[in-house]
């Protein structure tokens, strides 16, 4: 079994900053490929930013300068800081990992969730 469990969302003014947690957990041998993605209402999930094992780091040009994807590998866990929030950045977090879990099956799993709302 593994989970993974976000925190950090909420509400924020624009210009604002929120940081985010995902912490993956359980039957864990290694994790490879880290990421946040993002549903607004009405619109299709999208990439917001992804990070290597070896932290090699990807973000959508709607992002890029704002918001930075790091990870703590010894605590299997990713941060999303995001920085000079606009409102166009509202929608539902979602944290994405690949996992070897301890029986050696490689699949990929979701996190719950975190709303993160940005008032104009």
């Known amino acids: 079994q593994v989970q993974l469990v976000e925190s950090g969302g909420g509400l924020v003014q624009a210009g604002g900053s929120l940081r985010l947690s995902c912490a993956a957990s359980?039957?864990?041998?290694?994790?490879?490929?880290m990421g946040w993605f993002r549903q607004a209402p009405g619109k299709q999930r999208e990439l917001v930013a992804s990070?290597?094992?070896?932290?090699?780091?990807n973000a959508a040009e709607s992002v890029k300068g704002r918001f930075t994807i790091s990870r703590d590998n010894a605590k299997n866990t990713v941060y999303l800081q995001m920085n000079s929030l606009k409102p166009e950045d509202t929608g539902v977090y979602y944290c994405?990992?690949?996992?070897?879990?301890?029986?050696?099956?490689?699949?990929?799993?979701w996190g719950q969730g975190t709303q993160v709302t940005v008032s104009s």
């Open positions: 990070i290597t094992s070896s932290s090699r780091t």
């Open positions: 359980g039957s864990i041998f290694r994790v490879n490929d």
């Open positions: 994405n990992a690949e996992i070897f879990t301890r029986h050696l099956a490689l699949a990929k799993y």
